[in-house]
């Protein structure tokens, strides 16, 4: 029998134990106002193999940072169908289904010809099946939130989102996102459906998509932002915690909490398969920058957007 993913929600707030550690306290927003979460998910894409392609090497720690994660406040689990592909969606479900109290987000609208390899494709008959299997690979009636992985350029967009709505009236899907745009495809995506979410690549060393945050803004749209921690290893972040008043916080804690003070209406969905660095992430959650912190860091990381990017996500 499936399970919805929205059944015995409750209300984020006071975690399920006394410990400091853990994500309630990066607050909380509501997808489509009516979908609470902590605006400090987790992002699963690095639960895979080497180039997004097939399973973890070690599926047994996959697990546990999946439901270490959930222990430490996590409520946002992000995926996509093209995660392995498919063996993302799979993981997931071995993990924490059935998802009480959990908002588990997917993509879909790709094919993945092999390791490293990405290709839009927003046919409606493909874009369908891709929601039917994504709802049995993830044991639900419902996904939460269903997020096209990228625009396909030869397929008209209202004809991809008409889809999706028709699924959304069905029941199949509760909230649609994109990912990977521009406000003009926001824009034009609207005209067809709400939009509730916008995934882009975003962070302190990363900041191509400041006008798309400032839009989803104004317009009540959560924006996710994947990928903000970078590669992890960059120079630019490694002096973070030597910053004024933020000695001894790591890199990474510095980032997530400025990106967290960016904007409300942003949720940071850092990636790991490493439990230590899992609880370094989520330790973000209660770090509060001063106003003059926030401008200093974001005056201090220039953005390099000649560097190459992954094209995941």
Not at 35 to 44: E, F, W
Not at 133 to 150: A, F, K, M, N
């Amino acid at each position: 029998m499936l399970h919805r993913s929205t059944v015995q929600r409750k209300e984020p707030g006071v975690p399920t134990n006394s410990r400091e550690l853990s994500a309630h306290r990066s607050g909380v927003l509501r997808i489509g106002g009516d979908l609470p979460i902590h605006r400090l998910g987790y992002g699963a894409m690095r639960l895979t193999g080497p180039g997004i392609w097939g399973d973890p090497s070690d599926r047994d720690n996959a697990i546990a940072v999946l439901r270490r994660a959930v222990e430490l406040g996590v409520d946002f689990i992000d995926t996509a169908e093209a995660y392995g592909p498919w063996t993302n969606e799979e993981l997931i479900r071995q993990a924490l289904h059935p998802y009480s109290g959990l908002v588990i987000a997917t993509k879909g609208g790709g094919i993945r010809p092999g390791p490293n390899e990405w290709e839009a494709l927003g046919r409606p008959g493909f874009i369908r099946q891709g929601v039917e299997t994504s709802l049995r690979r993830l044991g639900v009636e419902c996904i939460d939130l269903y997020q096209l992985h990228r625009i396909d350029p030869e397929v008209p967009l209202a004809d991809t989102l008409g889809t999706l709505k028709e699924l959304q009236e069905a029941g199949k899907i509760r909230h649609i996102g994109l990912s990977e745009v521009d406000v003009e495809d926001i824009q034009k995506a609207r005209e067809t459906v709400d939009i509730v979410a916008v995934q882009n690549r975003y962070g302190l060393d990363f900041r191509e998509w400041e006008h798309v945050i400032d839009y989803c803004s104004r317009e009540d749209i959560t924006f996710i932002a994947w990928g903000p921690l970078g590669s992890g290893t960059r120079d630019p972040l490694q002096a973070l915690g030597q910053a004024e008043g933020l000695e001894g916080v790591s890199a990474t804690q510095v980032a997530l909490a400025w990106l967290l003070y960016r904007a409300k209406n942003t949720v940071a969905i850092p990636g790991t398969a490493s439990l230590r660095h899992l609880e370094e992430n989520v330790a973000a959650a209660g770090l509060r920058l001063t106003d003059e912190q926030f401008k200093q860091l974001g005056a201090s990381v220039v953005t390099d957007m000649a560097e190459s990017v992954p094209s995941s996500e």
